[in-house]
């Protein structure tokens, strides 16, 4: 069982950055690819960007290409989002999630754990 916990959501203007982190608990977490997923109002949680357990392979949603990161610390059990130049469209809840092996994937089926969200806002 893995238990996550996102912090760094907020209010930001356009243009701004925010970094959004994901504690994960348990002592294997470099056995887990990681994502991130969000969830616009009224629209369907869609995938931002993934990581695999060994850091070896990262995809990105093609909207945020180029302006988010996604990194891990295996060692602080700790995924990170890097977001710059924030847009009014990437407002909403971001989710962290955990799949049970090593690849990533980008489809939200693919992950088994997941945190309870962290608002994003981006004002215009």
């Known amino acids: 069982q893995v238990q996550l916990v996102e912090s760094g959501g907020g209010l930001v203007q356009a243009g701004g950055s925010l970094r959004l982190s994901c504690a994960a608990s348990g002592r294997t977490f470099g056995s887990y690819a990681m994502g991130w997923f969000r969830q616009a109002p009224g629209k369907e949680r869609e995938f931002v960007a993934a990581v695999s357990g060994s850091a070896a392979t990262i995809y990105y949603a093609d909207s945020v290409k180029g302006r988010f990161t996604i990194s891990r610390d295996n060692a602080k059990n700790t995924v990170y989002l890097q977001m710059n130049s924030l847009k009014p469209e990437d407002t909403g809840v971001y989710y962290c999630?955990?799949?049970?092996?090593?690849?990533?994937?980008?489809?939200?089926?693919?992950?088994?754990?997941w945190g309870q969200g962290t608002q994003v806002t981006v004002s215009s």
């Open positions: 999630a955990a799949r049970s092996y090593v690849p990533a994937r980008i489809g939200l089926a693919d992950y088994d754990y």
